[in-house]
């Protein structure tokens, strides 16, 4: 039997996050994988650990066990995900499921095996593979954030334009400087919906981020007294 681990973990939640796995294969050596997003939430790394560990095991190769620390990730696709495809991809009372591209990867490879089982396991209970997945999460942030340059500079022009997509110039030229607070929250999201398919495949992503928190320092010095009611 096939056994992968996996973890996510993010900074800020939403923030910086990274992912960990570890594959067992029977008569192999452990497979340890792990990946980062600058600007991410702790779920999408739970999903995405899951997604990419089992994009290493061949086709049909046998029953798969996911052990996860993350109940939405068990009951999403042993109790919800049947419905969610019924309802194409909304909740219950009619939302969009969040994140269903990665659940819709998740189910693809899930159906691709034939034969996945999934464990839930409590997290940070000194399970030796459980705590192993969380190393790496943790270790993939503190690699990539350390190499990544001082929010000061992140508004600097860079030596070539950036690749902007369509779906994103609109939201780019929203991002004049403006010292209404209330604002920048709708903007935001409007960001992470527009950019967030197209993540790690362009770097307009961290520049948008970038001019959003220094729009968010310049709204909070040129008017302090909304600073508590924009973030309530």
Do not use: F
């Amino acid at each position: 039997m096939i056994e992968l681990w996996t973890d996510g973990a993010c900074k800020g939640n939403p923030g910086p996050g990274g992912w960990g796995a570890i594959l067992l294969i029977p008569d192999q050596a452990p497979i340890e994988l792990s990946g980062y997003d600058p600007a991410t939430t702790n779920n999408r790394m739970e999903l995405k650990a899951v997604i990419e560990g089992l994009k290493q095991v061949s086709d049909r190769a046998g029953v798969v066990t996911v052990h996860t620390d993350s109940q939405l990730v068990v009951k999403g696709m042993t109790e919800w995900i049947v419905g969610w495809q019924r309802k194409q991809w909304r909740k219950s009372d009619g939302e969009p499921v969040l994140n269903a591209e990665l659940w819709r990867a998740l189910l693809a490879e899930s159906q691709r095996l034939g034969q996945v089982r999934w464990q839930w396991v409590r997290g940070h209970s000194g399970v030796p593979l459980n705590e192993r997945a969380d190393q790496l999460a943790v270790a993939a942030i503190e690699r990539r954030g350390a190499a990544q340059p001082p929010a000061s500079e992140l508004g600097s022009p860079p030596s070539r334009p950036p690749v902007v997509l369509p779906a994103q110039q609109s939201i780019l030229d929203e991002l004049a400087p403006s010292s209404e607070l209330e604002l920048l929250r709708e903007l935001e999201q409007r960001v992470r919906r527009a950019v967030g398919p197209h993540r790690g495949q362009v770097p307009v992503y961290d520049e948008v981020l970038g001019k959003l928190d220094a729009l968010r320092e310049s709204a909070i010095v040129a008017n302090p007294s909304k600073t508590k009611s924009s973030r309530s």
